[in-house]
């Protein structure tokens, strides 16, 4: 398992849910910074250190039209514990195509680096695309389904599931799935 701090790279792709990216940076960031009671000094160090990271420098406009500036870029991570992928928003083949090939490749550098993977929603998507689920299992939001089935066969969909794990990858099929699976295995 992990030893804290736990470094987790949250990535950026501009079809990216807002919502799931600053939920799962703020869960994470706070844990180990606060005492129990909010009062006292920190009684310990971080458990983890969430990080931003995307292709490129600067801000970046997700599909809501809200600009986020990522911390890091992905030419500066060389390697990182956890890779979090939240939810993007598409709705076919071809905008799961178009996904930014430099990011997909980072995903599969850092899990061959032996980062675990986690991914919410259509997050699963991307690391299908990536080819990290194949002859695996996932999950994936259930407007993702028909999508999913279709473009990735050699992976077992549950779709009736909120969670599923499959060796050093976990994926999350709602977008409040995310919040207990934060902890999952940390």
Known sequence: ??????????????????????????????????STNLQEKPTREPLFVPR???ADAGPLRLITEVSIIPQDTIADVER?????????????????QALDRRMIAWIRKMHAGGAQLYAACGGSLVLA?????????ATTHWAYVPLFRKMFPGVTLHADRLLVQSGPVTTWSAPAAHHPGRIWRC
Request: proline fraction near 8%.
């Open 80 to 96: 990182t514990d956890v890779v979090f992928v939240p939810n993007v928003v598409i709705d076919s083949a071809k905008a799961v």
């Open 52 to 54: 931003l990271v995307a």
């Open 129 to 137: 695309e990536a080819g990290l689920l194949e002859g695996g299992a």
């Open 1 to 34: 398992m992990f030893h804290a701090p736990v470094h987790v790279s949250i990535v950026l792709f501009p079809e990216c849910d807002p919502s799931i990216v600053y939920g799962v940076f703020d869960t994470l960031w706070a844990p180990g910074r606060f």
